[in-house]
């Protein structure tokens, strides 16, 4: 896998889509072409009920492939295949400086855990998950080994993501 390759990582309501969406935005603020890949529940839909593309889906089509003038999308059924590999929808993306993964507790690249107080369970993943190299927090963590960042100090976690996947400055 790419070491261009950084993942996001917690549990529910841990601030991961936060952390992500304001980690792009700095990122690219920096002049870094950003991708992002998310993982989400099985059963999510980014196309609406009644809508072309939808339809097609529904009709039985394996993949839908919507374009406009601003953007485009292809949207693939499994219709019974297994969940593609993280791998595998990689080497589907267009070239990126760096690609930031959302989920995906399991695989094997670099990671941050984001911890809130608010998050659904508070157990720590970073004992169980040597690919977890940090903490970015909304508290204190006083027995934390690995560094530990705010949840909000955007600018040292992108240093930090910069560094660790090579793209220093």
Same mark, same amino acid.
Request: glycine share 6%.
């Given at each position: 896998?790419?070491?261009?390759v950084?993942?996001?990582t917690?549990w529910?309501?841990s601030g991961?889509?936060t952390?992500?969406?304001?980690?792009?935005?700095?990122?690219?603020?920096?002049?870094r072409?950003?991708?992002t890949?998310?993982? =989400?529940h099985h059963?999510?839909d980014i196309?609406?009920?009644?809508?072309?593309?939808?339809?097609?889906?529904?009709? +039985?089509?394996s993949?839908?492939a919507?374009v406009?003038g601003r953007?485009?999308a292809?949207?693939?059924?499994?219709r019974?295949?297994?969940?593609?590999?993280?791998?595998?929808?990689? +080497? *589907?993306l267009? #070239?990126a400086?760096?690609? %930031?993964v959302?989920?995906?507790k *399991?695989?094997?690249?670099?990671? %941050?855990e984001?911890?809130r107080?608010?998050?659904?369970?508070?157990a720590?993943?970073?004992p169980?998950? #040597?690919?977890?190299i =940090?903490?970015?927090?909304?508290?204190?963590? #006083?027995?934390?080994?690995? #560094?530990v960042?705010?949840?909000?100090d %955007?600018?040292?976690?992108?240093?930090f %993501?910069?560094? *660790?996947?090579g793209?220093?400055?």
């Amino acid at each position: 896998m790419s070491n261009r390759v950084f993942g996001i990582t917690g549990w529910k309501n841990s601030g991961k889509t936060t952390l992500t969406e304001k980690l792009v935005a700095e990122l690219v603020r920096r002049g870094r072409r950003v991708s992002t890949v998310k993982h =989400a529940h099985h059963d999510f839909d980014i196309d609406k009920e009644g809508a072309d593309s939808f339809r097609h889906r529904q009709a +039985g089509a394996s993949e839908v492939a919507i374009v406009s003038g601003r953007r485009w999308a292809l949207m693939h059924e499994l219709r019974g295949e297994e969940e593609p590999k993280l791998a595998d929808i990689l +080497g *589907r993306l267009a #070239p990126a400086d760096i690609v %930031i993964v959302e989920g995906y507790k *399991r695989e094997s690249h670099f990671k %941050i855990e984001a911890r809130r107080t608010a998050a659904k369970d508070r157990a720590p993943l970073a004992p169980s998950d #040597p690919s977890i190299i =940090a903490v970015a927090a909304d508290h204190p963590q #006083p027995n934390e080994t690995l #560094p530990v960042f705010d949840l909000d100090d %955007i600018a040292s976690i992108a240093d930090f %993501i910069e560094e *660790r996947v090579g793209l220093n400055r």
